[in-house]
């Protein structure tokens, strides 16, 4: 199954997400650790948790573009049914 660019974009910025995630924590926490070890490890599980959610908001973007692909096909195969049922009711008359 071949992806559209949409995909791709969001399959890419997760990954990049990662990578800012694990760099990131290290370089806050070593940026920090100056002002005390209780303050540098709050700080990195505080950057921790946001590039956590900003992670999950992504995939919630992914998960969403898929639903609506799913319901697009589906409203297909109704609207198709239905003509077909409006096609053999109005033969019956």
């Given at each position: 199954?071949?992806?559209?660019?949409?995909?791709?974009?969001?399959?890419?910025?997760?990954?990049?997400?990662?990578?800012?995630?694990?760099?990131?924590?290290?370089?806050?926490?070593?940026?920090?650790?100056?002002?005390?070890?209780s303050?540098?490890?709050?700080?990195?599980?505080?950057?921790?948790?946001?590039?956590?959610?900003?992670?999950?908001?992504?995939?919630?973007?992914?998960?969403?573009?898929?639903?609506?692909?799913?319901?697009?096909?589906q409203?297909?195969?109704?609207?198709?049914?239905?003509?077909?049922?409006?096609?053999?009711?109005?033969?019956?008359?």
């Amino acid at each position: 199954m071949q992806k559209d660019i949409y995909e791709r974009i969001i399959s890419f910025l997760q990954g990049a997400s990662w990578a800012i995630v694990l760099f990131g924590a290290l370089f806050t926490f070593q940026f920090s650790i100056l002002f005390g070890l209780s303050f540098a490890l709050f700080l990195t599980l505080l950057y921790i948790i946001v590039s956590l959610f900003l992670i999950l908001v992504l995939d919630a973007l992914s998960i969403n573009k898929q639903r609506l692909v799913e319901a697009k096909k589906q409203t297909k195969i109704l609207e198709k049914l239905y003509s077909q049922e409006s096609n053999s009711n109005s033969k019956e008359i």
